[in-house]
């Protein structure tokens, strides 16, 4: 999946920038935390390109093959994922906040987060209903798609975010902590405030910070009344109460973190017990989850609790794990980090096309999700290096144009000065 870019055929990227800690000490760009949060987005591809080959069905199309195997990593992938990524955008939010002032923040991430949901939304649920149609018509889909039997009424149905519905409960994460900010502000006074946000930031580093955000996120759970499938995103614009709660809490988790000087990396350091208990854990969960689905409330708030602490300790021992082999800076990997947000934005109607070709085929699995995985990435690769990376889109995205690095003799000249 990588292989479209080598890191020797890479540029080398100007020094970093300074990075402002919340005790006014700089240091240099937390190239691990870049790392992860791409990751977690990229992520997002390897899961959508799994659930066509779920035994128990429910996606926009499925496979002439299915694996109980995937069914597994779906459920691991999909527990953790969009909290560590919601943990890292509120980290780098209140970063950015104390470093511009809070109007430049809002206009930024009204900017780089509202306007692309605006705008890539429509046009990602248009192409995803003209692939899937498309692929009914010539023959590609093993069956008809059925239609859904609940439908949003009236321009609801318009307005389904799809995959990009994670920038809207961000936005929305974003505005309720900057007005909740000011108001905390102005009641206690900032000194008050922000030692407060301290202490909090210093009980989440603790060896049992990590039960702190797993309490929101398993009462998300309960609330939506099944443990099986992990959040539920939410389908239209309407804001939903369980991933609201357990996203905006994990938002809410980096920005405490980041109040806090070095408290991320505490909370991390013990990721050599975090990891293998997560793993441990996750086969009850996994097992609960299904059961909590038959046998009544109190499995389901097993479940639940269960899944929240197994979440988050997948989180801190994530964040750790990188921290002490990714703190150093890599080209190749600054690069995808760059390109992941272009890469995840256009990556599901070509992840399905090539999905849907593929699909009545009898290859191996594997085979297909390689080609699939293969495909996608160097079209989006390129498509970013090209159009991308040192345009006006690049800064639009990105919050700043970067050198070309597989087209850099056509890069434009402002791009390389």
Known sequence: MRSANRPDSLPS???PPPVDHPSGQTATRLHHL??????????????????????EGGWLFTDTQSSESLSVATFVIHMFRMALFMMLAGYFGRMVLHRRGAAAFVRDRLRR???????????????IIAVVVAGTILGFLPEPVAAEEEQQDGLLALL???????????????LCTV?????????LGAERAAAWA???????????????????????????????????????????ISPTLAYFSAFLTGWFL????????????????????????????????????????????????????TAWLWCFGLIGLAEKVLSRQSPAVRYLADASYWIYILHLPLLMAVG??????????????????????????????????????????????????????????????
């Open 160 to 174: 389904n975010p799809v995959h990009l519905w994670f920038l809207l409960v961000l936005m929305e994460a974003i």
């Open 113 to 127: 987060i509202g306007l692309p949901l605006l705008v890539f939304s429509p046009l990602m649920l248009v192409s």
């Open 356 to 417: 849907i070709v593929l699909a009545p085929h009898g290859l191996p699995i594997l085979v297909k999700l390689l080609i699939t995985w293969m495909v996608t990435m160097v079209i989006l690769l390129l498509s970013y290096d090209l159009i991308v990376r040192s345009t006006w889109l690049g800064a639009w995205l990105n919050g700043r144009r970067h050198d070309r690095a597989i087209f850099r003799a056509t890069a434009p000249a402002e791009a390389r000065t």
């Open 198 to 240: 301290e202490r909090i930031g210093s009980a989440l580093a603790a060896p049992a910070g990590v039960l702190i955000p797993a309490v929101p996120y398993a009462l998300a759970v309960a609330l939506q009344g099944t443990a099986l499938f992990g959040i539920l995103q939410p389908v239209t614009i309407l804001p939903e």
């Open 34 to 55: 870049d790392a992860v949060r791409a990751g977690a987005l990229l992520l997002g591809i390897v899961l959508h390109s799994l659930l066509p080959f779920m035994p």
């Open 179 to 187: 007005a909740a900010r000011a108001a905390l502000i102005r009641m």
């Open 258 to 309: 980041h109040a806090r000087a070095g408290a991320i990396t505490r909370a991390g350091r013990r990721w050599g017990w975090q990891l293998p208990l997560a793993v441990a854990l996750t086969v009850p969960a996994l097992f609960l989850a299904g059961a909590s689905l038959v046998e009544g409330t109190g499995t389901l708030l097993a479940a639940a609790g269960l899944q929240g602490v």
């Open 13 to 15: 990227p100007p020094p």
